[in-house]
């Protein structure tokens, strides 16, 4: 409960600029909405397959946060590297999954 509390702060603060406040981008949002991140790794039936597939999505996340994303060099996020620490960029991520439905990190 902690790390999401934290992690709605930081989230807000840093994020809901372009991603929507408390995480709900919506319509005409200028990033795409994080709740769906681990979409296809929920559907993944097998737990092995499964647990791989939010690893790989877990390091994906913290890549982005870290690194931003420029496609053909424009900036399209910028890099968080050195203004949230790993453990902060956790945090979001763990507010992010909160707002997925409850299965989500089955």
């Known amino acids: 409960p902690l790390a999401v509390d934290l992690g709605r702060s930081a989230f807000n603060q840093a994020c809901a600029r372009c991603h929507g406040k408390d995480a709900t981008a919506g319509e005409g949002a200028a990033a795409p909405d994080l709740r769906k991140l681990d979409g296809y790794c929920r559907r993944i039936a ?50 992010i999954e909160s707002r997925t439905p409850t299965s989500s990190r089955k």
């Not at 092995?48 to 994906?60: E, G, H, I, P, S």
């Not at 946060?65 to 420029?70: D, L, N, P």
């Not at 060099?73 to 979001?92: C, D, R």
């Open 46 to 95: 097998d737990a092995t397959l499964k647990a791989a597939c939010m690893a790989d999505n877990d390091r994906y996340f913290i890549k982005s946060v870290q690194q931003g994303k420029t496609v053909v060099g424009i900036e399209h996020m910028p890099a968080w590297k050195n203004v949230l620490t790993q453990e902060l960029a956790w945090a979001i991520q763990v507010f």
